[in-house]
Structures are given as C-alpha cells and as structure tokens.
C-alpha cells in the first residue's frame, strides 16, 4: 500500500487516505488474536479500529472513490458484532473488578448465576464474530480496501488544500454535537435560559434516566463520533482543540460510565427474573450510587456546555486551524 510520503500532508484527499490506511491496518492487526479468542484487549483494539474507520470512510467520501463493499453501513455491521461482544467483556470486567469483593458470601454465592449465564451468552455471541469474520461480506469490505489503497480513486474535491475545507468538515458535526437534546436532561427553561436542575435525591435521578437515559446514551454516541473525527485532524489546530478533545472524551466516558450501570443493571434484572433487589440488594444500591456519582461529575460539563461562550469558542477553535 502506497501512500504520499511527503512530511506535510496539504489536501483532503492525502489526509482522508492517510486515515483509512492507519485504521484499516490496525483492524486487521488484531483479527486473528480475535478469531482465536486469545486476548479481551485484542477484541477492544479490534473494534475502535473497526469504529474509526467508519468514522473515516463516512465522512471523507466526499472526496474519496471508494468501492461498492466499502460502505458506512457494512463497516458498522462488523463493528456492532465486535461490540456486542466486547460489552460483554466489560460486563464481566466490572461485575468482577468494581462491584463483586463488596458483597457479602451470600450475594458473592448468588452472583455465580449471573457468571454462568454471562458465559453462555458470550460462547453464543463469539460464535457469531467467528462466523461474521469468516463470511463473505467481511472478505469483500477487506479485500477491496486492500485493493482501493494500492490505488486509490479520488473525487474532485480531493485536490482541495486541507485548510480551506477543514472547518466545514468538522462544524456539522460540532452542531449536531452542541445542538443534542441530551444536555437538556435534567434542566429547564427559565426566560429563554437554560438551568441545571440542582441537589437531587438519589430516587429522582433514577426516575429521570429511567425516562430519559436512551437520549443521554445517544449523546454519548455523538460525542464520540466527534471524538474521533476531531483526532483525525489533531495535527493542524492548537492547544485549545486539543482540550476540547480531552473534555468531549470526559463527557463520552462519564455518560458511558452511567450507561454501563444502566445496562448492567437491567441485564442482572433479566438473569433473576426482576428480583435482583431481592437477591443482589447491595449490588443494586451500589449501581445505583455508580450512577449518582457519575451525574454529579456530569452536571458541571453540562453547564459549561450549555453556555453561549463556551459554544461559540468551540466554534471560533474548529474556524481556525494552524497551517
């Protein structure tokens, strides 16, 4: 696979095949560790690589040609399966790591059912990775990648110098980001402002992200599609662009953090029949407290986020690339 060399990289088109190239090869650094099931990190390298190279070929098929198989759609298929199994993985991680060793025996005991059925649904969902890595979907999206690099095919607006296109890359994405209805969980509106809803009990929260948690979920997403599509560009900004990297990875992963609880929770719900209070009572006021904890470390980004200021230098760093 050959690519431009040069130390300075000037269009889009160099830039976007740079990318592809990068995330394309540490997919398939990682796949035969994964098909073999050897290593729980190789399956997390496996699918931030399958994620960002969604990312990449999704937003630079502007100005790249790209093969029939090589579609944002099939990449995400792969990825999701990767995914599914990777949840699994953390499942396990945290009900291990963070909550198990603060149980009493009786709970530790009552735990192992849950061990149990998270190992028959992991040996179903691996089975399905296998199959999905071995079949011909993967092959095609793989081997026309392959192809494409050793020759890539350009659009027009390949040949544009990178400065002149880089903000309108990232600004849709910086107002999808900016204008989610996720920052408004947990407000309300006072005289046009926007206000955080202060000092609530541990009952009142659970009641609103039983009600609103699939939107914070979802902006958690987009957070991290801006997330990596800001990184493909950390090079050609500055200091301030490199913060705002660092914060949007904060919020994705204490939305994260809160979500995981949410999903550990309901799926403990489903192994005992809804009786986890009844069998696992201390596990589940410790999920709880998980999600308390993260919403007081959510709310102070919240605020910064939801103020005009912080808004409109978020803009202003995206206009203004060094180059």
Known sequence: MKLATE??????????????QKHFKKTLKWEKSVKKDEDPEALHQMRVGMRRLRTAVS???????FPKPV??????????RLGNLRDLDVLKESLQTNYKPHLSHKEQDSLQTAFAALTKQREDVLSSVQKTLK??????????LKDWLEKPSYRQLASVDIGKVLPDLLLPEVSNFLLHPGWLVGTYIEESEVKIQRNWQQEKLEAELTKEGEILHSLRKQAKRIRYQMELFTDLYGESYAAYITEIKNIQEILGTMQDSVVLAEW???VFDSEIHTQLPTLANLLAENRYQMWQQWQPLQERY?????????????????L
């Open 306 to 322: 939801l103020k005009a200021d912080t808004r409109h230098s978020f803009h202003l760093t995206i206009l203004h690339p060094i």
């Open 71 to 80: 579609t944002d759609k099939n990449i995400g298929k792969i990825a999701r």
């Open 268 to 270: 403990l719900m489903d």
């Open 59 to 65: 937003r630079f098929e502007i100005a790249l040609d």
């Open 135 to 144: 079949d011909e979907p993967y092959k095609s999206l793989k081997e026309a």
């Open 7 to 20: 130390p300075t990289i000037k269009t889009l088109g160099d830039y976007a095949c740079q990318a592809i």
